[in-house]
């Protein structure tokens, strides 16, 4: 992953020089590295939660504008992701539950007050989790493409094949599903991107996630706090029996939007729109 590595080092460059810390926490015997901004805004923390074979980068493009609605923006990398390496006790990488308890383990160490978490994929069923166990540490849900939606067995079943990597025509499949419009360099990567896509932690997640640890109805309807889900139009990726599971079991306050022109990762592709979304919900929940 020479070129991708190169890319995540010029890229991590790119928001220093505009202000962003780049630190690392000692959070369960692993460092785990985060992005640290100071905002000019009134509204709480905001913790972004990156999804599977992702990292902290993926947020790049939308730091910056939130910072403007928001006191502080912080983006971990997960344990395993970005630069955070795999904790010795684990080296063969981290499920979703073990990723979890990092999260709130960064909680816990930095953050450190009730923050609006922003959560895209596996990092928004990670998100709505969290509120659900350790609701001292969620103000508001943002949950953009979520997975773990209780779909059936079948769909299931077809998600977790699709996420299974081997060659380059199998990155290049994955690659389009998760986009509106897929950018050509991102086609041109291939190579690079199964590597990403086959790293120990993506394996560990695929290896330990089971059909029986997929969201319960009683954890969707428990949520107190605001919530905004966010489903990409164009979503390719998640099955859609997932959007019929969050509409039907969310609590009643909550707000559903399908977005024209979203993939599974607007904040990498419509950066400007998706800012609009969050602190519009923002506005309307007196964040």
Known sequence: ?????????????????????SSVAPIDGCPMHYYDLRGT???????????????????????HRLSRRFSRVLVPDLPGNGFSPLP????DGLGPRRQLEYLKGFFRAVVQEPAFVVGNSLGGAMTLTLAHETPEHVRAIGLVSPAGARVSEERFAELIRSLHVHTNADAR??????????PVAALLLAGELRKM????????VLRESSFADLLEPAQVQSLSQPTLLIW????????????????????KH??????????HVPQMERPAE??????????RSGL
């Open 274 to 283: 998706l800012v609009r979304h969050l602190v519009g919900f923002a506005d």
């Open 232 to 251: 990409g139009k164009s979503e390719k990726l998640l099955p859609w029996e997932g959007i019929d599971f969050f509409r039907q079991h969310l609590p």
């Open 197 to 204: 896509y086959g790293t120990r932690t993506v394996k560990a």
């Open 88 to 91: 010795s006790s684990a080296p």
């Open 1 to 21: 992953m020479e070129l991708l590595s190169a890319l995540h080092r010029a890229l991590r460059r790119y928001l220093v020089l505009r202000g962003v810390a």
């Open 41 to 63: 805004g009134t509204g709480p923390p905001l913790v972004l939660v990156h999804g599977l074979a992702s990292s902290a980068n993926a947020f790049y493009k939308v730091v």
């Open 173 to 182: 499949a994955l690659t389009r599903r998760l986009f509106h419009r897929t």
């Open 254 to 263: 909550a707000e559903v939007h399908v977005v024209e022109g979203f993939g």
